[in-house]
């Protein structure tokens, strides 16, 4: 599934809208370059979440924030400073995918052989200064479902 968004804005609005249809334990991992709108996309979920929108931040220094407030627990990772996968396990990274959140992972490419087997799959294409494309995919039936039901959302209200 490919959306185009035109703006911060509509990013954020993207976001929120998938929100709502995340339960726990779902996984959301962000591929794209520096400046692609990973984290501008986050906000929108957080946002989704009932969590203020200028509490998500591009950290790059702090590789976990947790959010308790939300609707449903939220898990921030950045992994820009990621040098190697094994560096996260030291964080008990494996541990945090079977908690009762919502994760969402900037920089999954970073992960390599730990990327989970299941997950949303977001890559964000830059297009011009504001626009962007989302190009989402599913790993996993949960996430397949999950897709379908996005679509639907999406391609319906276009």
């Known amino acids: 599934m490919k959306i185009v968004s035109n703006s911060v804005s509509d990013t954020i609005n993207i976001g929120s809208k998938i929100a709502k249809y995340l339960k726990k334990s779902d996984i959301v991992c962000l591929f794209g370059n520096f400046g692609s709108g990973k984290t501008i996309f986050i906000k929108g979920i957080a946002k989704g979440l ?3 929108e200028d509490k998500i931040t591009s950290s790059s ?3 976990i924030r947790y959010y308790p407030e939300a609707k449903i ?4 990772f950045d992994l820009y400073r990621l040098k190697n996968p094994k560096d996260i396990l030291n964080l008990g990274y494996q541990e ?3 908690d009762e959140a919502i994760i969402a992972i900037e920089w999954a490419d970073r992960l390599k052989y730990l990327l989970p087997n299941e997950y949303l799959k977001l890559e964000l294409l830059i297009n011009s200064k504001n626009k962007r494309t989302l190009k989402f995919s599913a790993k996993g039936k949960r996430f397949k479902q999950l897709l379908s039901q996005l679509k ?6 276009l």
């Not at 627990?73 to 921030?76: C, D, E, S, T, V």
């Not at 639907?152 to 209200?157: G, I, S, T, V």
């Open 50 to 52: 009932g969590i203020k």
């Open 96 to 98: 945090y995918l079977y």
């Open 73 to 76: 627990p939220f898990y921030h």
């Open 152 to 157: 639907k959302e999406f391609y319906l209200k």
């Open 61 to 63: 220094f702090i590789l």
